[in-house]
């Protein structure tokens, strides 16, 4: 696997990037979104109903090309990654160009094709880890109540099933169950998070439902309030906390707890809390090939159809600047967890709070000893 | 509502040409596959323009009826503050 140690390595190249505008560098976080098409009707979610121009292969085959080596980590994202005709081919090419050490994707869990996509994905990037996440909103009706699509729930069994069967042949293949905490689960995540317990993935994580342009949800009463996800976060935390993690399981753990809190931060005092890297080291592409610094401000920085599809001449060019500026200045804020999680890396505090955590009972503090029995898990990735 | 700061984000972006048509089919597209989606409506800021301030408070339209933004004769032109914001039956029932 593409070493973590490169990324680590390029933390301090990004600090100086972000404050004073050298050594230029590309991202190491990327999300694609080749289509917004998806067959959910989330409650959180709208961009099912638009349509766009997208890429076709030929065009992201260039856009990858010019990406070159410096992603580490792509997300493929929707609409559903897994409607999208050409997602097999797409994370190949985005192998064969970038060689990222880890390739996400999310899954809704409607398409009874989704299995053999997957297979089909971890056989052919077998230096890449490939993180399929099955979202789950709710056990039972909730679940298809807040995605909108009845007998989802049932679905999300059967392929949860035939991915678990598939993962014992795939080395490189990690299964996660995903949730979105939004005012319609904020209720009951604990019943989400004991089935994920009992489902035999590797990791479970959480998202807060925020508003975001990408997805035409600004000004939707969609994320919680501060107490009611406190309430449910904190569970989720001590329910981390005592789980005996080993190995790097236990650094990705203890960076979700760190993104936890950040979210609570967030919420507490509406500003960003951690300087945000998003428009240096993380980024977005979008399906009509737009490239955005994220998601939730989703910034126009340019087409890469009108810039012969390279993406460093977007990412270097001139309208990024003032994007930069605003991001820099703390205009927004914002608990995307994506842009969070490469955030927390560049953030000095958080690498040693997770390296306190991580390394205390090795050097004879305080161990973290579980409260109740719990199964190992596999090793999990962020 | 938390992250209040994007509505005014939002707000302050720089319309595409053809920002009316494709947001008004994807809300269409939306009430017809029975999404949770009912309708849209047009949130005007303070800083909108005279033609913006007639518009009725509080109305629910269906996208074919909607008002194209900008509208007609807006000073602000692809930098009219004005956006459209799906409404959701959830919302309506929490109103």
Known sequence: MKSMLGVLARIPLFQLYRRFGWPRMLPINITLSPSPRCNSRCLTCNIWMKRENELTLDEWDKVLRSLGKAPYWFTVSGGEPFMYQGVVELCQMAYQYCRPGIINIPTNSILSTIPDKVRRIAESCPESRLIINLSLDGIGEKHDRIRGVPGNFKKFEERLKQLLELRDGLPNLTLGIHSVVSTFSVGHLDEIMEYADQSGVDQFITEIAEPRVELDTVGLPITPDKKSYTKAINKLIDHVNNRPYKGISKVTEAFRIQYYKLVKRILDEEKQVIPCYAGWASSHIYADGTVWPCCVRADQLGNLRDHNYDFGAIWFGEKIKEVRRSIAAKECHCPLANASYTNLLHDLPTLARVGTKVLLPVLGGRPTAPKAPAKEPEAAHV | ?95
């Open chain 2, 1 to 95: 509502m938390p992250f209040d700061w994007l509505n005014d984000f939002h707000r302050g972006m720089e319309k595409a040409d053809n920002y009316a048509d494709k947001t008004l089919a994807a809300y269409k597209l939306g009430i017809k596959a029975r999404g949770a989606i009912c309708g849209v409506s047009v949130c005007v800021p303070a800083n909108c323009c005279g033609a913006a301030k007639q518009l009725p408070e509080g109305v629910v339209y269906q996208p074919d009826e909607a008002p194209r933004l900008p509208l007609a004769g807006c000073p602000l032109g692809r930098r009219c503050p004005c956006v459209y914001r799906p409404v959701m039956t959830y919302a309506e029932v929490q109103e």
